[in-house]
Structure formats: C-alpha cells, structure tokens
C-alpha cells in the first residue's frame, strides 16, 4: 500500500485517490525565459519518477505540467533580445524538451501554457472579488486580499502575524496589506503588444500565483489528489494557489463546496522535492556554482545524471559535485556490466511483485517513493547475476530499473558512450591495441602487454580479460 508524505500534514499518509482507478497531478513547471538548471532536472526526474511508479501500480494517470510562457523575466528578456515573446517562449520550450527527452522523462498528459489560460484565470479572480478576497487598487493592479483567508499559512506552517513581522520591504502603497499579492496587473505603456490582454479591470496580464490554479481547475477538477513541486515552492506559490482555488470555491457565505472539499481542499497530498546545493552550497549565478542541465549534459551521460537524482530519496537535499557525479557515473557502470552477457533479453511487460527481489523494490516504493532503497535492491540484483549468470535475475534487474526509466540501453551503448562533441573514439585504434596485446599475451611478453594495457587506459578504455581469449572493453 502507498504511503506518501503529505506536506500539508507534515506526515505519510494512506494514498487513497478520489477515483479509485485514477490519480490526477499537477506539478509547476518551468518559466522559459532560459534554459533549465539543475534545480528543474531534479523536479521533472523525480515527478515522471512518481507518475511511472503510479502507473505501475495500475493507476491511471493525469499528469499535467505547466508552462509559465508570460512574466516579467520573460517581458525583460525578450526586450534585451529583441524578440517577441512567443518567439522567445518557443526556443526554451524547444529547449526544455531536448534537456527532458535526453534525460528519459516521459511527457506529462497535458502541458499547458500560461497565456493559453488567460480566460480562466479572470473568471477565477472575478470570483475571488465577488466573495470579497480580490481589490483593485489605485494603480489598476488586482491584489488578493490575504488576511480574508481564514487558512491562510496552512501549508508552510506560517502564522499571518509571523509573515508580517517578517516583512522586510516597505509596504506598497496599492496594497491594503504588504501579504497582499497580485492577481492581474495592469499594463505599463511601454511593454509589448503581445503582453497585454482585456478585462474588466482594463488591459494587464495575470500574475504569476494564479495560472496554477486556473489551468489546474480547467485540466483536473475543482479537486485533485496531488500537486508536486520543489521546496522553494512551498512558500509563498503554492500558499496562494491554495488561497485562490479554495477562495474561489470554498470563500465567503453560503459557498457551494461540500464537507468533503471543506476538509481535505483542493489538493489532497501536497510533495515538494530536495533542493540541489553544489558542493554544500547553495546554487546561484552570484557564486558562479549555477549550472544548466545543457552544461552538466557536455561533461556526463544523461543517464548518470538521472541515476544521481535518483539515488536520493526525493524529499532530502541532494548535493552537486563532481565527485558525487563521478561516483554515480561508477555505480550506474557497475549495474550495466551486470547486464553484459544478456544482450537479448528484454524486460518482462507485466512485474512478478511476488519475487524477493521485486517485493523489496515495491516496498521502498510504497514507501513515499523511496528511490534510495529501491537502487539498493537493483544492486542486490546485480551482485547475484554477477555470481549466478542467470537470465532470470538478468530480466528481473532490467524489468525492475525500466520502472525508474534506468537500464534500457544495451550494455555496451552505454560502456562506450562518450560523452560532449568533443569527445570521439577511435575505435579502430582501440580494436588494433587490443590484437596487438593479444599477440603480446601468446608471446608471453608480459611487458608490452601490460603497457598497452596503460596506454588504452591512458585513452579512458579499461580492458577485461575473459574466458576464450575474449577481451571487453569500456570507456573508464
């Protein structure tokens, strides 16, 4: 049975779906207006993680990630480069896809763009200022009134007066609170045509907090059983969405929502993943330690990198180095040589639960996805084939890893792949040094059979000597 850490009770939960046969998920997605960070590899693996595990434990799934296709770091960058927005947009969307494709994280079922969602998010604030939680101010902007939402601080265990003492900036004179935040603001003269859109506060756009709740509402329901996203999240996005989508449905005297939704709101399990810190820091462009999944991709094959995000269970922090890398790198070589000698099999279409191997993996799943213990068992595996060679286990750890989107490539794809453009092997060389050595062993000149051996390490190739004069090689 599923349990799951539920953020919004600050304990693992009984999953128990609204619709027995179904999950409905909503995660935040990217805003593009650059390519994505390490901190954006880290959600997407883990939530295609999450909906591959749904899936294989008979759910049907409807994931929705979205798109943030119009802010103001967008509208600033577009500028600078002088280029439309959807022009801008499209490039990093086209981006974002290459970085997920090469990482093996499957498309959500829906992939909604913020501005294809405007509609819905003014009829969502128009409800908010019929139940009295919106305002317009003086400067045209529509600010969500937070201290009329009685939950409010609910989900980040913050009370209203601890947010307010902890107000640093001054209080904006629009606002009738400094917690107030922006709903829809008003257009400036100087920005884009392509920015602006009508309503019945004049022209603007919407603010950031409230396309989630709109587009979640109009793709999964006014209820949904879970909305993922990383830590940084918590506080204040996913604060406000819950104010906005239980506001709308739930706010003010005589609201229509039913005890249920009264007691479990709009989202039934709230997740937030780990942040990624690079060599036990932070990340940010003003330490220079902030690295895009492009960058780390010239260095590492996608798989390592997804392997590494993995290893960890979801909720802890994971940190970024380049030994952890490499180290991942090994350990990721070690299952792969595992699967050397069985080329041809092929993962099983339907899992045996009922197998000691595959029981133990299913039960660190169960455990609010518990990745960390669910690897453990794919090397459990691996050091039993490694002394058995059975084609049985050999399935089992391939059908096993295939469930975390780990292992599917023939072995030697993924022994000799190299890694960047600049990296190319000269396989033609290497196949000569290894007859060379070959010839060198018969004629027991052990000398120069063990200076080829330096020299192709010296080129990244380890050699493995086998039964039948048979030599494998790989890149170190």
Known sequence: MLHIYNTYSRQKEVFKPINPHQVRMYVCGMTVYDYCHLGHARVMVVFDMVQRWLRASNYEVNYVRNITDIDDKIIKRALENGESIRALTDRF??????????????????????????????????????????????????????????????????????????????????????????????????????????????????????????????????????????????????????????????????????????????????????????????????????????????QYDAEVVRFFILRAQYRSPLNYSTEHLNDAKSALTRLYTALKDFADVQPDVKIDWTTSYAAQFKAAMDDDFNTAVAVSVLFDLASEINKSADVALARELKTLAGVLGLLQRDSNEFLRATVGEGEVLDVAKIEVLIEQRKVAKVNKDFAQSDAIRAQLLEMGIVIEDKAGGVVDWRKA
């Open 93 to 298: 969307i086209a981006a974002m896809h290459e970085d997920a494709d090469a990482l093996g994280i499957e498309r959500p079922t829906h992939e909604p763009r913020a501005t294809e969602y405007v509609e819905q998010m003014l009829e969502m604030i128009e409800q908010l200022e019929s139940k009295g939680l919106a305002y317009q101010a003086d400067n045209g902007d529509v600010n969500y009134a937070v201290r009329d939402f009685k939950n409010y601080g609910r989900l980040s265990g913050k009370s209203l007066n601890e947010l307010r003492a902890g107000e640093r900036v001054a209080v904006a004179t629009e606002k009738r609170d400094p917690l107030d935040f922006v709903l829809w603001k008003s257009a400036k003269a100087d920005e884009p045509a392509d920015t602006k859109w009508q309503s019945k506060w004049g022209v603007g756009r919407p603010g950031w907090h409230i396309e989630c709740s709109a587009m979640s509402k109009a793709l999964l329901g006014e209820q949904f059983d879970i909305h993922g996203g990383g830590a940084d999240l918590q506080f204040p996005h996913h604060e406000n969405e819950i104010a906005q989508s239980e506001g709308a449905l739930c706010g003010g005297e005589g609201c229509g929502c039913d005890e249920e939704y009264k007691s479990n709101g709009f989202v039934r399990y709230w997740m937030h993943n780990g942040f990624i810190r690079v060599d036990n820091e932070k990340m940010s462009k003003s330490l220079g330690n902030f690295f895009t999944i492009r960058d780390v991709l010239k």
